[in-house]
């Protein structure tokens, strides 16, 4: 299946600002910096946190996913690393 998506880019007017540019994102679909759907994400990560490394690769490779060992444990590594906050925009909240 393939899905075509568009999504708007907007610029933040504030010289100030961190972000310069901000894209739609589509709820329960797409997230920030994602290149994979939440679903298939949240799979990966059960994958990854199941058997991690070198096994989890080869289980999403019969899943027909390609996914890396070094991709598997970047999810176990954010479990382990305190949340960051983004920075904030007046122009674009959230």
Known sequence: MVIKLQVRRFRC???ACRRTTF???VDGL???HGR???GLQTVLRQVAVMLAGRAG???????AVRAS????LRPIRR???PEEEPGA???FPG
Do not use: I, V, Y
């Not at 690769?57 to 899943?63: E, G, K, Q, S, V």
């Not at 060992?69 to 598997?72: G, K, P």
């Open 13 to 15: 007017r504030d010289r």
């Open 23 to 25: 894209a739609e994102q």
């Open 30 to 32: 797409t997230f920030r």
């Open 36 to 38: 994979r759907s939440s």
């Open 57 to 63: 690769a080869r289980l999403a490779h019969t899943l």
């Open 69 to 72: 060992r070094s991709t598997l």
């Open 79 to 81: 479990l382990l690393e």
């Open 89 to 91: 925009c007046a122009a």
